[in-house]
């Protein structure tokens, strides 16, 4: 059974650079869309972006600038990292895998991760 | 479908049924999933490919997508249902998340 566990800094300076990280078990990273999400305090969810295993990466227009997602296969890890963040950016963050079935829904979630912008 | 709208909240009565929708333009045109989301937990997969429902996903929940609008319905709603749902659709190798609908059991 495939487990997401997040990880990383719960206070996070304005102008700095968000680093998270996400932590498989229980199989390897795959033949799947591995996603970051985020949820500000009482707000909805927002796709931050996501990677195919293959390499392949793409992430929220909104977002793009400002955003990198890696991965480590030999850690069963994949990252986040934001940049240049402001108290906007303040939020939840969950990784997620994607299920194999059209529309790639997502199927696994990790418990989430507080992280504050503030100085 | 570059946006997805749905109601801020819908209220239900015990036993009976919620029908939560997402709008988007040609919203038909795409497979939609929905999540659960309750206070303090992580979103969970109530619906995928616009109508399937994971084995562990009660009957009580189904779903329609067609034209510019998809649909949850919970039939026979329980309290246990009460949560935020949000549709989310994939268009073009992106995700994109409805605004979500708060179900409140009264």
């Known amino acids: 059974q495939v487990h997401l566990q997040e990880s990383g800094p719960g206070l996070v300076r304005p102008s700095e650079t968000l680093s998270l990280t996400c932590t498989v078990s229980g199989g390897a990273i795959t033949n799947h869309f591995w996603s970051w999400i985020r949820q500000p305090p009482g707000k909805g969810l927002e796709w931050i972006g996501h990677?195919?295993?293959?390499?392949?990466?793409n992430s929220n227009p909104s977002l793009k600038t400002r955003v990198t997602i890696s991965v480590d296969t030999s850690k069963n890890q994949f990252s986040l990292k934001l940049t240049s963040v402001t108290a906007a950016d303040t939020a939840v963050y969950y990784c997620?895998?994607?299920?194999?079935?059209?529309?790639?829904?997502?199927?696994?979630w990790g418990q989430g991760t507080v992280v504050t912008v503030s100085s | 479908s570059s946006e997805l709208t749905q109601p801020p909240s819908v209220s239900v009565s015990p036993g009976q049924t919620a029908s939560i929708t997402c709008s988007g333009d040609q919203v038909g045109d795409h497979f939609i999933s929905w999540y659960q989301q309750k206070p303090g937990q992580s979103p969970v997969l109530v619906i995928y490919?616009?109508?399937k429902r994971p084995s562990e996903i009660p009957e009580r929940f189904s779903a329609s997508n067609a034209g510019n609008t998809a649909t949850l319905t919970i039939s026979g709603t329980q309290a246990v249902d009460e949560a935020d749902y949000y549709c989310q659709a994939w268009d073009s190798g992106a995700y994109v998340f409805g605004t979500g609908t708060t179900v409140t059991v009264l």
């Open positions: 990677f195919f295993y293959t390499g392949s990466t």
């Open positions: 997620a895998r994607s299920l194999t079935h059209s529309g790639h829904p997502m199927g696994i």
């Open positions: 490919q616009d109508k």
